[in-house]
């Protein structure tokens, strides 16, 4: 059985001196669910409030994006490193904002990935088609090429430490949601080539999560699907009752 994860992403939304208050609320809202891992991902300014709001809850505080060096000449960047030391535990990697807005490409997110899971963070790593490469009839060229490339010498030891996030690009932030079997239909083909690349084992016990417009009137619905085992939740992240709500669904 592998244990839903609910994730929030809240992107550049909330500052230092409001988080704190989120994670509290989120913390609160969520408590009769411990059995769901309830994740909130913060930008990396509000990670020392957001831990220490975190601290002696189920809440777990990750990061929205990491560099893969340890430390050195790379101004504005964050490494694994800091980020375990500051108390994260969990880091996005890949994001389709980082790949559409910051040029990051599969083998960014594999040396991403690979550094972040080493540093002992769970790397929740992104994958996800555009609705032009659906609509061109390459979804499984494109999700095959994003898991083969960006999980590139990830072992099947390193899969305990590792989320795979299924956003399709035209559901973030659109309201427009994938369909359940839509949904399922894609998780499937992620599990079966991480199966390829780490083994049926190791691949079996990996979480998939669905990102993109997910919240409380579809959550339900997505999370019964057999290889659908949490959410990245974008907008509905940033308000406690309706992340609590997902959480539920997820319980
Ligand atoms: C996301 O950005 O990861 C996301 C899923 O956003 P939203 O829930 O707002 O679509």
Not at 123 to 140: F, H, M, N, P, S
Not at 177 to 190: C, M, R, W
Request: hydrophobic residues 45%; proline residues 3%.
């Amino acid at each position: 059985m592998r244990k839903k994860i609910i994730a929030g992403n809240w992107k550049m939304n909330v500052k230092p001196s409001e988080a704190a208050a989120l994670v509290k609320a989120v913390a609160e809202a969520t408590a009769q669910y411990g059995n769901v891992e309830t994740v909130c991902c913060t930008p990396a300014i509000d990670l020392p409030a957001a831990i220490a709001a975190a601290a002696g809850t189920h809440v777990g505080i990750g990061a929205e994006n990491c560099h893969w060096k340890e430390s050195g000449a790379y101004t504005g960047e964050i490494s694994p490193a800091m980020l375990v030391d500051a108390g994260a535990k969990y880091v996005i990697i890949g994001h389709s904002e980082r790949r559409q807005y910051f040029g990051e490409t599969d083998e960014t997110v594999n040396q991403r990935a690979r550094a972040a899971i080493a540093a002992g963070l769970v790397a929740i790593v992104c994958v996800g088609e555009t609705l032009e490469e659906r609509e061109g009839g390459k979804l499984v060229e494109v999700i095959e090429r994003q898991m083969n490339v960006g999980l590139k010498d990830v072992t099947a030891a390193d899969c305990a430490k590792l989320v795979v996030a299924y956003e399709p690009v035209w559901a973030i932030g659109t309201g427009k949601t994938a369909t359940p079997d839509q949904a399922q239909e894609v998780h499937a083909l992620i599990r079966a080539t991480l199966a390829k690349l780490v083994g049926a084992e190791a691949a079996e016990s990996v979480r998939i999560q669905y990102g993109g417009s997910m919240k409380p009137g579809n959550a339900a619905e997505l999370l019964a699907k057999k290889d659908i085992d949490g959410g990245l939740i974008g907008g509905a992240a940033l308000k406690a009752a309706d992340f609590a709500a997902i959480v539920a669904a997820a319980n």
